[in-house]
């Protein structure tokens, strides 16, 4: 059975920085393509970025320039390197690996951002 594990989130003030780690355990597949999402308090769940392949990364418009997405030694394991941090960037951040035809998604772990 596939798990995904996130670690990293917290609290930060503004322009400060954040490493989040999200690791997928269980599956013989190796994910392409991984993907990043927030979901604010009282709003939908959107698109942060996602990576393809070893590094061809992409972002949304919200976070480009200040965000990075990269993917970790072990087997199905991504980061998502948050600098420059503002209060909108608060939200609860979710990893999604899609594997063996199903998508599998992580827990959820705080970001909170205070000016």
């Known amino acids: 059975q596939v798990q995904l594990v996130e670690s990293g989130g917290g609290s930060v003030q503004t322009g400060g920085s954040l490493r989040l780690s999200c690791v997928a355990s269980g599956s013989d597949y190796s994910a392409n393509v991984i993907y990043w999402f927030r979901q604010p308090p009282g709003k939908q769940r959107t698109l942060v970025g996602s990576?393809?392949?070893?590094?061809?990364?992409g972002y949304s418009e919200a976070v480009s320039g200040r965000f990075t997405i990269s993917r970790g030694h072990a087997k199905n394991s991504v980061y998502l390197q948050m600098d420059s941090l503002k209060p909108e960037d608060t939200a609860v951040y979710y990893c999604?690996?899609?594997?063996?035809?199903?998508?599998?998604w992580g827990q959820g772990i705080q970001v909170t951002v205070s000016s």
């Open positions: 999604k690996f899609p594997l063996g035809g199903e998508d599998h």
């Open positions: 990576i393809i392949g070893a590094d061809a990364a």
